[in-house]
């Protein structure tokens, strides 16, 4: 048996054995402001409840090991005590992580993942529309853990006001697990959904993806492409080139038989078979060809 201790090896190892080991992990998809009302969304992993009297959730924007700099999320609920964490359910998994993105400060999450902002009842913060359950929550205390890189930061919220999307109850007004079709947090870049075991969500680009307001409304709005499929479209670095278009028709007839017949429902179903192959680049390439 490998036997560690956590003072002999580095905080990157040991955050690796930690999320290795302790999961699945539950998502806070925390929505935030700052002093000037800028909103933010971020999730993070290390959360969960642990009061029903009065209702509390925790969870920890850590420093980051590299550079012991501090997430936005932190600043804003040392700013403004206030946030609403939302659920994160299978459909809007990619949108999520491409929020997670770090982004400069000002530029605003939603809009890059392609989530929609709905005014809080209670709060400042906006809540995540598609979210199947939001909380709005004051910010109680931040207990913060150490000084140094890795270090957590425990926001502890309480709950002032629950929204449950409907289609996610059951005959007696219960959430159904089945329906709420959650997701959570394995080690790396593997993820878990209920009752479905684990899948991968690589990691956001080191650096920034396009997002998806950078995305053509016509694609945007697709009727075949869904959040998941935008998410991951959204997380490419920069659009291919019309000479990369033209080199992939070439290689592939059949694809340019689809681009083609200018049907788009064909295109944009043979673009989401790229995705559902995580292969967004080509993706992209079928999306744009004229």
Known sequence: MLSINPKE??????????????????IAFASTIDEEGNP???PFSYFNVFSANPPILIFSPARRGRDNTVKHTYNNVKAVKECVINIVNYDMVQQMSLSSTEYAEGVNEFDKSGLTMLKSDLVKPYRVAESPVQFECKVNEVVELG????????????????????????????????????VARMGGNWYTRANMGMFEVPKPLSTLGIGVDAIPKEIRESKVLTGNDLGKLGNVESLPAEAEISDYLKNNPEAAEIVKSKDQKKIHTQAQLLLEKDQPEDAWKILLAK
């Open 40 to 42: 933010n969304l971020s």
């Open 147 to 182: 000084p140094d890189g890795g270090a957590g930061n425990l926001v502890i919220c309480e709950v002032l006001k629950i929204h449950i999307n409907e289609d996610v109850l059951d005959e007696e007004q219960h959430i159904d697990q089945h329906k709420i079709d959650q």
């Open 9 to 26: 090896v580095s905080t990157g190892k040991l955050h690796k054995y930690l999320l290795g080991a302790v999961g699945p992990r539950p």
